[in-house]
């Protein structure tokens, strides 16, 4: 049975993660996060994901904040993996504002608010 969380009827959300070390822009910042809920709606597309489904009938919710550094994220991701979260990273190609290969975001999920909660409840919002 899904997990109930504090957002009610829609207890699923993916998490995106921007590396906050590298002050992007705020446009830039959004195209990462945006990478990140594409190409974790697509890898769970190809899985036939549940919890995706469930995602896509609650709403689609999504919350972006920020992390301080690439460590803070590698570590977090490695906390989801271990929950069986799914994760995808992003890392640019270099045209605007970052050295290509710059590791720019972290995406988390879908999966139930309480469990990324657990992994991502303490850091701001973006």
């Not at 899904?2 to 009610?8: R, Y």
């Amino acid at each position: 049975m899904p997990s109930k969380g504090s957002g009610g009827k829609g207890s699923y959300k993916m998490v995106l993660v921007v590396r906050g070390e590298i002050r992007l822009t705020a446009g830039k910042a959004a195209v990462q996060v945006a990478h990140a809920a594409v190409l974790l709606v697509l890898r769970q597309q190809k899985r036939k994901s549940a919890a995706l489904e469930r995602w896509l009938e609650e709403g689609q919710k999504k919350i972006a904040v920020v992390s301080p550094s690439l460590g803070d994220m590698v570590e977090r991701q490695a906390r989801a993996s271990r929950a069986g979260i799914p994760s995808v990273w992003v890392d640019d190609a270099g045209f605007t504002e970052v050295p290509p290969g710059t590791r720019t975001c972290l995406g988390l999920g879908p999966a139930p608010d309480v469990d990324l909660d657990k992994i991502t409840g303490d850091l701001p919002l973006l």
